[in-house]
C-alpha cells in the first residue's frame, strides 16, 4: 500500500474513534441532570468535525483503494462474510452517522441553553446521543473484524 | 434548583420561539429524510441492479452517490422546512430527535439483517 492510501487510512480510523470518543461524552455528560454546556457544544462539535474527516478520508481509500486491493483478497479468504456483512453493513451506517451528528449539533448549539430547566429535550437529547454511539461503536467493531479478515 | 416544565407552563414555554427552533427541526427533519433514503437505496439498488449501476454510472460508485444524494436531499428538506413551516416549536424538537434515534436504529438493523440474509442466500 502506498503511503498515501496508508495515511488515508489511518487518519479514517483516528478521526472515526475520536469521533467516538466524543459522542460517548456527550451521552455520558446529558444524562447529568445539569450537564456543562461549554462541554456539550465543544464535544458536539469535535463529533461532527471527526465524523466528516473520517468520512472522507475512508470514503476516499475505500473508493479508489479496498475495492481492488482488499476486498478480493477478503472474499477469497477463510471469511467472505467480513465483506459481505461487515463492509457492507459498516459503508452504509457510516453514511447515516455525519447526519446525525450535525443535527445533535444544531440542537446543542441552538437550544442548549434550556437543557438544565427542560428534562424533556435533556432526556431526547441523551437518546439521539446514545443512539449515535451505539452506530459508532457498531461502525469501529466492525472495521476491526474486516481489517483482521484482511490479514 | 432545577426547574422542571408541565404542564399549561411547557405548552407557553415551548410556543415561545417558532422561529428560532426552525433551523434545528429543518436538520432533525433532513438527517430523519437522509437516513431512510440511504437505507432505500441500499437496499432497492442490491435488489434491483439497475438502480445500483445507475449510481455507480452518475457518481464513480454507488456509495459516493448514496451519500450525494443523502447530502442533496438533506439540504432540500432543510430549507424547505425554513421556507415552508408554519408552525415549528420545541415540542416538535423533542419529537424529532426522537424519531431520528429510532429510525437511524432501526435502519442500521435492517441493514445488517438485510446483509446476514444476502449473504446466507448465496
Known sequence: ???????????????????????????LATLKKT??????????????????????????????????????RILAGQYPWAHKIATEAKEHIFLFLPFMALALMAVLWRMGDQLTTNEVLRKRVALLAGAITILAVFVTLAGIVISGSAR | MV???????????????????????GILLGAIGAVILVTLLTIIGDLYAPLKNLLKDAHYHHWVGKGVWAAVLFVIIVFGYILGAKNSNKKITDKLLKILSCVAIISAVALILFFVYEFSHT
Open chain 2, 3 to 25: 426547574n422542571v416544565l408541565h404542564g399549561s407552563d411547557a405548552t407557553f414555554y415551548y410556543g415561545m420561539d417558532s422561529n428560532q427552533s426552525k433551523l434545528v427541526n
Open chain 1, 1 to 27: 500500500m502506498i503511503p498515501f492510501f496508508k495515511t488515508l487510512l489511518i487518519a479514517h480510523v483516528i478521526f472515526g474513534v475520536i469521533g467516538t470518543m466524543a459522542i460517548y461524552g456527550v451521552l
Open chain 1, 35 to 72: 450537564p456543562s454546556l461549554k462541554f456539550l457544544k465543544c464535544a458536539s462539535l469535535v463529533t461532527f468535525a471527526s465524523f466528516i474527516i473520517s468520512w472522507f478520508s475512508g470514503g476516499y481509500y475505500y473508493v479508489l483503494y479496498y475495492g481492488d486491493m482488499v476486498k478480493p
